[in-house]
């Protein structure tokens, strides 16, 4: 991925915690100024929840050495502050779209790998990756919501459940507004289950565009710690 490797290039000068077989993370503070924490690793599901609870999240563009990201600020959504436009909200309201939730994860995740988005070279949802997120589905961790259009799958979404805070993955669209039906049906059922937040890790201009703001890395993991210790 193009933006990742731009992104090694900067605060390279920092070094990089080099991860082995115990299953721990240095302090997210000791990320470089992209972001960018540890390398190596594995992807275990043991390892990949720890990541999530602790603000960490994989994000590398080929299948030797795991990237381990904790950006700040970090990018989010507060359900409540959810903006749905007039053209969205008629959209919202009308029958051309269905909206299913984990009935096909497998395709949902392939359909992101596929998707083609602009400075990347390839995708980051790479075999092994794709392999990781199964498993978490299969725990109940990972979770997708699948939009259908004349019963063909045309958007959707994946993430992680951490229970009210739920750290988004990817999406998809095959036709105009689908990946945006399902995030906007994914935040409202968040907020009605008091979900704290949606992370989205890092700024676009589409996430701002439906309410997402940027906020500091450690309010984010003090959020993060806050729902672990009540669960």
């Given at each position: ?6 992104m ?18 240095p302090?997210?503070?000791?990320a ?27 994000w ?34 009308g029958?051309?779209?269905q909206?299913?939730k ?6 949902v995740i ?5 998707l ?6 390839g ?7 794709k ?11 990972a ?6 259009q ?15 805070v ?6 998809f ?23 704290e ?23 984010f993991?003090k959020?993060l ?7």
């Amino acid at each position: 991925m193009q933006k990742i490797a731009r992104m090694e290039n900067k605060g390279k000068n920092k070094p990089l915690f080099f991860l082995g077989d115990r299953l721990a993370f240095p302090p997210v503070e000791q990320a470089n100024e992209e972001g960018l924490l540890a390398v190596g690793g594995d992807l275990s599901p043991e390892r990949l929840l720890l990541a999530y609870q602790s603000g960490i999240f994989p994000w590398f563009n080929n299948d030797d050495l795991i990237l381990w990201w904790s950006p700040n600020p970090r990018m989010v959504l507060y359900p409540n502050k959810l903006k749905v436009s007039k053209s969205m909200r008629k959209v919202m309201a009308g029958s051309n779209f269905q909206l299913t939730k984990n009935t096909c994860f497998e395709e949902v995740i392939d359909q992101c790998a596929q998707l083609k988005r602009k400075d990347q070279d390839g995708t980051w949802i790479t075999p092994r990756m794709k392999d990781a997120y199964m498993v978490l589905h299969e725990k109940g961790f990972a979770k997708s919501y699948e939009v259908w259009q004349d019963k063909k799958l045309v958007g959707g979404l994946y993430g992680v459940d951490l229970g009210h805070v739920f750290c988004g993955e990817s999406m998809f669209s095959l036709v105009s507004n689908a990946s945006k039906f399902a995030f906007i049906h994914l935040a409202q059922e968040l907020q009605e289950h008091d979900y704290e937040l949606v992370d989205c890790q890092v700024y676009t201009q589409h996430l701002e565009s439906l309410g997402a703001e940027e906020i500091s890395r450690e309010l984010f993991i003090k959020t993060l710690q806050r729902n672990i210790e009540s669960a």
